[in-house]
């Protein structure tokens, strides 16, 4: 079945505890990107990526770091978290990098940070 | 600069009514334009998209949009709604690339019995 998986689904952690949430595509998919969401303030994008080795910054990109090695995953990692980083956070992944492709979305990694 | 807004947070109306949606945009050229819903505990999924020609799309699960250009507004429509229709909709304006694309802030829709 053709999908974005993440993980964990659920973590619960406390301020300045190293913490990588995974994403994997099966679908040979160029690009792939990290999006947290907030109430009232919709998503947002963190980091993203058009290819195997190549990132770049989004709109709220502090306090996050990604990297992609492999075409299929792009892990995010939060070397030090703080309450503010308290989220839904959303991998998603497209075909190509054009603006028409559609975004196909993992369930979502809730975290909380105390 | 290229910005979304839905001016609804949140709609309930009955099981069977007609359902509309906003979505209000700003963008300096032909937008790609999107609406993808986000079930309870789900990712976001597409239900439609416009790029050009006919200025009413067709989705998944019997939803519709219509480009107004004049308006800037990409409205989505449902005739009747049913109870599995519960979830958050998000509208979704795209550029040149996938990393340009700006979500709304989301319209959480209700149903009634």
């Known amino acids: 079945e053709a999908q974005v998986t993440q993980n964990p689904r659920y973590l619960i952690t406390v301020t300045g505890k190293k913490l990588t949430v995974t994403c994997s595509q099966n679908?040979?998919?160029?690009?792939m990107s990290w999006y947290r969401q907030d109430p009232g303030l919709g998503l947002r994008q963190i980091y993203y990526?058009?290819?195997?080795?190549?990132?770049d910054k989004g709109d709220v990109p502090e306090g996050y770091k990604v990297s992609r090695k492999e075409k299929r995953n792009f892990p995010l990692i939060l070397e030090s978290p703080s309450p503010n980083q308290t989220s839904l956070y959303f991998c998603?992944?497209?075909?190509?990098?054009?603006?028409?492709?559609?975004?196909?979305f993992g369930p979502g990694t809730r975290l909380l940070v105390l | 600069a290229q910005s979304v807004t839905q001016p609804d947070i949140h709609i309930t109306v009955s099981e069977g009514a007609s359902l509309e949606l906003r979505c209000n945009y700003s963008?300096?050229?032909?937008?790609?334009l999107f609406w993808y819903v986000q079930s309870p505990g789900q990712g976001l999924q597409l239900l439609l998209k416009?790029?050009?020609?006919?200025?009413l799309v067709q989705g998944i699960k019997g939803f519709e949009a219509e480009f107004k250009r004049s308006q800037s507004s990409f409205n989505l429509r449902k005739p009747s709604v049913h109870w599995s229709d519960a979830a958050e909709y998000f509208c979704?304006?795209?550029?040149?690339?996938?990393?340009?694309?700006?979500f709304g802030s989301g319209t959480r829709l209700s149903i009634r019995p």
């Open positions: 979704a304006v795209g550029g040149s690339s996938a990393s340009k694309i700006i």
């Open positions: 679908m040979n998919h160029e690009y």
């Open positions: 963008y300096g050229a032909t937008p790609y």
């Open positions: 990526s058009m290819n195997v080795e190549v990132t």
């Open positions: 416009y790029f050009s020609g006919d200025t």
């Open positions: 998603a992944s497209s075909k190509g990098t054009s603006g028409q492709e559609t975004q196909y």
